[in-house]
C-alpha cells in the first residue's frame, strides 16, 4: 500500500505564501513523476504544477510565476511554494504521483486526500 499525505494548507491573505508538503509512503519502488492539481467546488480538477524531462516544470498559466514544484527524493515528498497568492487561488489542492510498486515495479497512479487552502481578506 502506498499513501501520499498532504500538509501546509490554510488561511492566507492575498499576496501571503504557503507551502504544501505531499510525503509518499509505503512500498515504493521508484518515483516516476509527480505533480499538483487543484480544484474549487463547481468546477473541474485542473492541473496546477508538474514536473518536467529534465528537471523542469509546466505551470497552469493563472500560477506561472507565482508557483514553484520541487522534489526531496530522500524524503519521497514534492512541494508546492505558492508566493503572492491570490483569491482565486482558492481550491482544495491534491497531490498526484506516479509510483512503481511491488516486486515487478509496476507503475500506479496514486491521489493525496487533498489540502484547503483559502485565500481571503
Known amino acids: 500500500q502506498v499513501q501520499l499525505v498532504e500538509s501546509g494548507g490554510g488561511l492566507v491573505q492575498p499576496g501571503g505564501s504557503l507551502r504544501l508538503s505531499c510525503a509518499a509512503s509505503g512500498s515504493i519502488r521508484s518515483i516516476s513523476s509527480m505533480a499538483w492539481y487543484r480544484q474549487a467546488p463547481g468546477n473541474e480538477r485542473e492541473l496546477v504544477a508538474a514536473e518536467a524531462s529534465g528537471g523542469s516544470a509546466n505551470y497552469a498559466d493563472s500560477v506561472k510565476g507565482r508557483f514553484a514544484i520541487s522534489r526531496d527524493n530522500a524524503k519521497n515528498t514534492v512541494y508546492l511554494q505558492m508566493n503572492n497568492l491570490k483569491p482565486e487561488d482558492t481550491a482544495v489542492y491534491y497531490c498526484?504521483?506516479?509510483?512503481?510498486?511491488?516486486?515487478?515495479?509496476?507503475?500506479?497512479?496514486?491521489w493525496g486526500q487533498g489540502t484547503q487552502v483559502t485565500v481571503s481578506s
Open positions: 498526484y504521483a506516479n509510483i512503481r510498486i511491488g516486486p515487478l515495479a509496476i507503475t500506479t497512479t496514486y
